[in-house]
Nanobody, 122 residues
């Protein structure tokens, strides 16, 4: 059974940092792109960042470029999202997802985690 389990969310002040983790299990993800998405209350789910498990190629939404870093640890089957210089507008539920091709569209992703909440206070 495929599982993506996020952790690391919490409450942080503006300007602070958090690291989210996504532990993957249940299949081989070496051919997959791993993505992070977020959904704020009343808003659509939006793409944040993605990484190719094999090549390490990364991509970011403009809104987080230069502040967030996606990485992976092959040995631990875990993908990370290091978030720095956090802003109140980063407040959202953050989801980890897996897709066979690169995409910023959530419909392209086959597997999803349950989400972890990030709240940034001003």
């Amino acid at each position: 059974q495929v599982q993506l389990v996020e952790s690391g969310g919490g409450l942080m002040q503006t300007g602070g940092s958090l690291r989210l983790s996504c532990a993957a299990s249940g299949r081989t993800f070496s051919n997959y792109y791993m993505g992070w998405f977020r959904q704020a209350p009343g808003k659509e789910r939006e793409f944040v960042a993605a990484i190719n498990w094999n090549s390490g190629m990364t991509a970011y939404a403009d809104s987080v470029k230069g502040r967030f870093t996606i990485s992976r640890d092959n040995a631990k089957n875990t993908v990370y999202l290091q978030m720095s210089s956090l802003r109140p507008e980063d407040t959202a539920d953050y989801y980890c997802a897996a897709a066979l091709r690169y995409s910023t569209a959530n419909t392209a992703y086959d597997y999803w985690g349950q989400g972890t909440q990030v709240t940034v206070s001003s």
